[in-house]
């Protein structure tokens, strides 16, 4: 599967973007699909995870309560809607596929640029 992510910008602090990832090919449905983030100088990390039926999902910490990940499967895209961002925020996003019955997220797309300016 290809993952193609945009909707990043530079936003002020306080702000909202809306990010969204598409997918190739006709399994999507089949993929938990995730948003990771990595700032300049810093590891890549976990941002949030739905699962295959948009049932489940999971925040990092520090953004709970301020992103809500969403996903469409009859569009093959999945979202990622962030409000009041703070100038932490600012990253590379990447969305990410993980097929059924694997551990990995085997699957990446290109990134984002997400820049919240204080």
């Known amino acids: 599967v290809q993952l193609q992510a945009y909707g990043g910008g530079l936003v002020q602090a306080g702000g909202s973007l809306r990010l969204s990832c598409e997918a190739s090919?006709?399994?999507?449905?089949?993929?938990?699909m995730a948003w990771f983030r990595q700032a300049p100088g810093k590891e890549r990390e976990f941002v949030s995870h739905?699962?295959?039926?948009?049932?489940?999902?999971s925040y990092t910490d520090s953004v709970k309560g301020r992103f809500t990940i969403s996903r469409d499967n009859g569009k093959n895209t999945v979202y990622l809607q962030m409000n009041s961002l703070k100038p932490e925020d600012t990253a590379v996003y990447y969305c990410?596929?993980?097929?059924?019955?694997?551990?990995?997220?085997?699957?990446w797309g290109q990134g984002t640029q997400v820049t919240v300016s204080s």
């Open positions: 739905i699962n295959r039926s948009g049932t489940i999902t």
């Open positions: 990410a596929a993980r097929p059924f019955g694997q551990s990995d997220y085997s699957y």
């Open positions: 090919g006709d399994s999507f449905s089949s993929y938990r």
